[in-house]
């Protein structure tokens, strides 16, 4: 049931936003990875696939990686792969821990809407956050 939750969120809160707009959603993973490959494991894998089944049908969109690096912090990397792609709208954090660089991400990118599972996001927080609290073991009841 966990490998279904970022494929079902992603899926839910693509279909919640205007899709005419959307172009990119990214997925990021605070992960350092090598060069060209993706995350090969059945949570982010699970995440990757419900953002196909979120596209499909819409030709002008498309689901991109946002990966760490190993010679720079995490808000220098990910800052530096969304300058370079202005098409990114939508970011889904598959980091538990990435709260704090993802406020920072939000106020530097404020058209990007980002969504965060197990995050609770404060009335202080950019209002382009979205945060998912629940218990893991009820993440059937969201579907």
């Not at 965060?116 to 009335?123: E, G, H, I, Q, R």
Request: glycine share 6%; hydrophobic share 45%.
């Amino acid at each position: 049931m966990i490998i279904m939750l970022p494929s079902l969120l992603l899926t839910l809160l693509f279909f919640g936003s205007n899709t005419m707009a959307l172009s990119s959603i990214g997925i990021l993973v605070n992960a350092v990875l090598p060069e060209g490959t993706v995350p090969s494991d059945s949570y982010n894998m699970g995440a990757w696939n419900g953002c196909q089944r979120a596209i499909a049908g819409y030709s002008s969109h498309r689901c991109v990686w946002l990966t760490a690096s190993s010679t720079m912090d995490s808000v220098t990397r990910f800052t530096q792969l969304m300058e370079a792609d202005s098409s990114i709208v939508q970011v889904l954090v598959l980091d538990i821990q990435g709260l704090e660089y993802t406020r920072v991400l939000a106020t530097r990118f404020p058209n990007v809407t980002y969504s965060l599972l197990k995050a609770t996001v404060s009335p202080t927080d950019p209002p382009n956050i979205q945060g998912a609290s629940f218990n893991y073991d009820q993440a059937l009841f969201l579907a």
